[in-house]
């Protein structure tokens, strides 16, 4: 599914009224509609009290058209407005028109009356927040931080009017204070606030309603960020082979470095991969071996501190020609010597190349030898190894991630994974896609190393274009992650648990497709 910025959606809008000819009254009719309906099946209507909290822009109009529907099928409603109704335009006060002649109570919240809101709000069973909307850009102040806190400090069901007010509707961030909602619907595509954390965290259950726009508008090009893409996994035929399902050389490890490889290759064979060569210091083959005997070991000539030598040059690209793939740098170390053969070595593979850990912090300040490479590359950095591949702080590159990662992306060539609470997959064509899956319990060593075993067995075993696989893989990784805490709980995860638990995530995916693709993986329910 699409997602848009605030500015995207505003030009949505503007498209439906001007090319596709619906009147904006006929939006915020369909808008009202769609949260009316998540109220009555979510919560029920009839001898029930709302207190819809609404403000003077759309958001306001929105929850003034909740309002109507509730009380034309038997809620008992009360409207609380925080700004003058003289600052609603046309639209908005069409609305507003028929909530007075209806008789349905409204009230203006004032800095006066304001400590009489906290009785309203414990007199009710349920709130609606349509305060503030996506456009907000400065830090919520005065009688509107006030009154969210009252919200947030009830024990009341919340539904959200299209994000919960205080949340910036194109970062996520939380503007000084944020609604926590239980129910958010959002209107014509979920907006980048929406998804990310921690606007994700505050939206609760969230719900998209296209509200009568057309597909051609919604699902436009010129939008460039949008969740994972679904496909089918492909069934194993019986009469094959370990090479049918790909062979991949990880060039990893180091004296003191004994999970980074085990992970990656183990994790490749895991989630269905065919053929894992570890190419690994002399020295440290025995003890991988020792616990992961289904890996192939390449031992490689080392330097004194136990780390890979850049002797290993020549074999190495050689060898590379040999495989399907190459995964490159986690746990090598920033031993000075390593780390020049990983900038040597990288414009020379001629194979898809993941380069992740160790590797990422090679090339960091020499990132121009990317544009030298022929075959596609993915790198996968979480924000401290991005800070290092951009010059930017981690501050910086939180505040603005999009946009920070598509430049990237674009300026290099590269497909590139930021890692976090739903990771973000930037491509070369300025394409983002956001992942949905994962949690917490996931932030432990070696859950990287995870991500590129199970990356390149998409590509390697289940066929997908390289493009497709790395969003698939990093789909699967954080599902593997999400059984993993539904069995031993989000505290106790570590990176053997999701690498235990690949090949369970893809017989979960073949199980649950169709509910899957429905809802974005259980996080966007479409009304």
């Known amino acids: 599914m699409k997602v848009s910025t605030v500015e995207e959606m505003h030009q949505l809008d503007r498209n439906a009224m001007e090319k596709y000819a619906i009147p904006g009254i006929i939006l915020m009719e369909n808008a009202g509609e769609a949260a009316y309906y998540v109220i009555l099946n979510e919560f029920g209507v009839k001898n029930r009290r709302f207190l819809v909290f609404c403000g003077s822009g759309h958001n306001g109009g929105d929850g003034l058209v909740v309002a109507r529907k509730i009380f034309s099928t038997g809620g008992d409603v009360h409207i609380l407005c925080l700004s003058k109704p003289e600052k609603f335009d046309a639209t908005v006060n069409f609305h507003f028109e028929m909530v007075k002649r209806a008789g349905i109570p409204f009230e203006l919240v004032t800095e006066e009356n304001l400590d009489e809101v906290g009785a309203y709000i414990e007199d009710s069973d349920a709130i609606i927040d349509a305060i503030l909307g996506t456009g907000i850009k400065r830090n919520v102040e005065g009688k509107y931080r006030e009154v969210i806190d009252m919200i947030n400090d009830s024990d009341k069901p919340v539904f959200a009017i299209d994000i919960p007010s205080g949340i910036n509707g194109n970062t996520g961030e939380v503007m000084g204070t944020a609604v926590f909602a239980d129910f958010t619907i959002t209107y014509g595509l979920p907006k980048l606030g929406n ?15 296209h509200i009568s726009f057309p597909p051609k508008n919604y699902n436009t090009p010129d939008i460039k960020v949008e969740t994972t893409r679904f496909y089918p996994l492909m069934v194993r035929e019986s009469d094959t082979h370990k090479g049918t399902y ?36 002399r020295s440290v083959t025995p003890a991988i071996a020792s616990k992961g005997n289904e890996i192939v070991f390449v031992p490689l000539k080392e330097t004194a501190d136990g780390t890979i030598s850049i002797e290993n040059l020549d074999f190495l690209v050689e060898f590379s020609r040999s495989v399907d793939m190459v995964v490159l740098g986690p746990g090598v170390s920033l ?16 194979k898809p190349l993941l380069l992740d850990g160790d590797g990422l912090t090679a090339i960091s300040g020499h990132v121009e030898i990317l544009k030298e490479r022929k075959a596609p590359t993915v790198l996968t950095p979480h924000p401290g190894e991005m800070s290092r591949l951009t010059g930017l702080t981690i501050d910086k590159i939180a505040e603005d991630k999009i946009n920070i990662l598509r430049d990237f992306t674009t300026r290099y060539g590269v497909i590139t994974v930021l890692k976090g609470a739903h990771s973000l997959i930037g491509y070369p064509d300025g394409k983002i896609i956001i992942n949905l899956s994962g949690n917490p319990g996931m932030a432990t060593a070696g859950s990287g190393d995870v991500l590129t075993g199970t990356i390149a067995a998409m590509f ?7 493009e497709d696989a790395v969003s698939m893989g990093v789909f699967f990784h954080g599902l593997a992650g999400d059984i993993a805490a539904a069995e031993i709980g989000e505290d106790g995860v570590v990176a053997g648990d999701i690498l235990k638990f690949l090949p369970e995530s893809l017989e979960f995916y073949r199980e649950n497709y169709e509910e899957i693709v429905e809802t974005n993986y259980w996080s966007i329910y479409i009304i």
Not at 195 to 209: E, N, R
Request: charge should be positive.
């Open 195 to 209: 998804i990310l954390y921690p606007g994700f965290d505050h939206c609760g259950k969230l719900y998209v309603t």
């Open 246 to 281: 790909g062979k991949v050389l990880f060039i990893s490890g180091a004296a003191a470095y004994f999970g980074a490889p085990y992970f990656s290759a183990m994790s490749f064979l895991k989630a269905g991969g065919g053929l894992a060569y570890l190419a690994t210091p």
């Open 335 to 350: 031993n000075p010597e390593t780390k020049e053969l990983v900038r040597k070595i990288t414009p020379l593979i001629e």
């Open 460 to 466: 390697t075993a289940h066929g997908f274009s390289f």
